[in-house]
């Protein structure tokens, strides 16, 4: 099944990345607003805390094991359709 938030990411990836090494030091999460088309940073604990108790346990595990293979980790939130998908990457920039 075609995943249309890949395109999506694809589209912005050197900006999402871009955003990611400019706090990377600081290990954030990220995150693209669909409907606002903006790039957020945020401190991942404070993200983390602000999910439903449901996605909190999911993500701290996901965020642990990417911060471990030198991964970050990125949402999607797209209100219009209720969504908020995440995704784990390396940080590799595209030609």
């Not at 395109?7 to 607003?33: A, C, G, R, V």
């Not at 449901?54 to 996901?62: A, D, L, N, V, W």
Request: with cysteine; hydrophobic share 30%.
């Amino acid at each position: 099944m075609h995943d249309p938030y890949l395109d999506l990411i694809d589209k912005h990836w050197n900006n999402i990345l871009t955003i990611y090494k400019s706090f990377e030091d600081k290990k954030p999460i990220l995150e693209y607003d669909v409907d606002d088309k903006k790039i957020y940073s945020y401190p991942a604990t404070d993200y983390i805390n602000n999910l439903t108790e449901r996605t909190r346990s999911r993500t701290e595990k996901q965020y642990k094991e990417a911060c471990k293979k030198h991964q970050f980790l990125l949402f999607v939130k797209d209100t219009t359709n209720q969504k908020l998908k995440s995704y784990i990457f390396d940080v590799i920039w595209k030609v």
